[in-house]
């Protein structure tokens, strides 16, 4: 079964940091290309951050988030640091076979459930 498990979420003070796991099972996630997005309640879904081949990042999280990848553990990271309010949102990790287009707004096959994040004092 192909499955992607965020985790990490939760209740963090503005300034903070949290860190995100998307753990995928069924397939590897090394072949594919990675995304990290979120959607915040009447907002649309935002690309924060994606690998493929090279990493990138939406401009709100450039020089605060750092996606990363352990191959070893099938796994995908998001560290999330001098967090907003803003930030807050729930956050989804997915995969997509093809390496075709901006990997910040493609379409992808698979989608975690989502981890929700709040920034707050």
């Known amino acids: 079964q192909l499955q992607l498990v965020e985790s990490g979420g939760g209740l963090v003070q503005p300034g903070g940091s949290l860190r995100l796991s998307c753990a995928a099972s069924?397939?590897?996630?090394?072949?594919?290309?990675i995304g990290w997005f979120r959607q915040a309640p009447g907002k649309e879904r935002e690309g924060v951050s994606c690998i493929n081949m090279l990493i990138y990042y939406s401009n709100s999280v450039r020089g605060r988030f750092t996606i990363s990848r352990d191959n070893a553990k099938n796994t995908v990271y998001l560290q999330m640091n001098s967090l907003k309010p803003e930030d807050t949102a729930v956050y989804y990790c997915a995969a997509s076979r093809s390496r075709n287009g901006d990997c910040l707004t493609k379409s992808y096959d698979y989608w975690g459930q989502g981890t929700q994040v709040t920034v707050s004092s």
């Open positions: 069924g397939f590897t996630l090394d072949s594919h290309v």
